[in-house]
């Protein structure tokens, strides 16, 4: 079965700009979570979306936002960008707690 | 609050040598744990996935361990390759459902 998609796999863009990441979860998965990866900070949660609400929120800037939608698949958007936003953005999807997290390859953004 | 500790950061071991990797955790009350390996700058991969009603959990030449009572899970990796050289993350939901990260083992496996 296919796993988690994540599109795209790169993106350069300017600071100021603003970007929309893309995560289509394992079909039948109503869970999606996304998480920033940076060398210094780590893992570190962003927010969860299930059933199209937003269930769990990380302690990042209101820049950063997302949506689900009624197929499951999730956008996440980052307004204004930083330098600091340079990353290596996650996305998990999940059937239910009890089964676990699937990743997809993740989008590696680069903000110059 | 719950921590999510993996200790040593970094490990290097000859080819052939057992791996064994530690992750520790606070608060008893979880619901799972589940142990992820990332290449660099790639996605996670799952290896093992252990329910809090659970002991241990096996694939292969992996095998992880679960103690609540101690807040200890362990991750064994067999006779080990150079292949198995990446980054090795424990994470567990913890009773909110929340799902937290330690910030990974990095793992050298040398020819």
């Known amino acids: 079965k296919a796993g988690v998609t994540q599109t795209p796999r790169y993106l350069i863009k300017t600071r100021g700009q603003q970007v929309t990441l893309s995560c289509s979860p394992i079909?039948?998965?109503?869970?999606v979570s996304w998480y920033q990866q940076t060398p210094g900070q780590g893992l570190q949660f962003l927010f969860e979306y299930f059933s199209e609400t937003q269930r769990n929120k990380g302690n990042f800037p209101g820049r950063f936002s997302g949506r689900q939608f009624s197929n499951s698949r999730s956008e996440m958007n980052v307004s204004t960008l930083e330098l600091g936003d340079s990353a290596l953005y996650l996305c998990?999807?999940?059937?239910?707690?009890?089964?676990?997290?699937?990743f997809g390859s993740g989008t590696r953004l680069t903000v110059v | 609050k719950q921590e999510v500790t993996q200790i040593p950061a970094a490990l290097s071991v000859p080819e052939g040598e057992n791996l064994v990797l530690n992750c520790s955790f606070t608060?008893?009350?979880?619901?799972?744990l589940q142990w992820f390996r990332q290449d660099p700058g790639k996605g996670l991969t799952s290896l093992l996935l252990i329910q809090s009603s659970q002991r241990e959990q096996t694939s292969g030449r992996l095998n992880a361990s679960l103690d609540k009572s101690s807040g200890r899970s362990t991750l064994y990796i067999a006779a080990s390759q150079p292949g198995d050289s990446a980054t090795y993350l424990c994470a567990l939901t913890d009773s909110w459902g929340k799902f937290q990260f330690g910030a990974g083992t990095q793992v050298v496996v040398t020819p």
């Open positions: 608060d008893s009350a979880i619901y799972n």
């Open positions: 079909s039948g998965h109503r869970s």
């Open positions: 998990a999807s999940s059937l239910e707690i009890a089964y676990g997290y699937t």
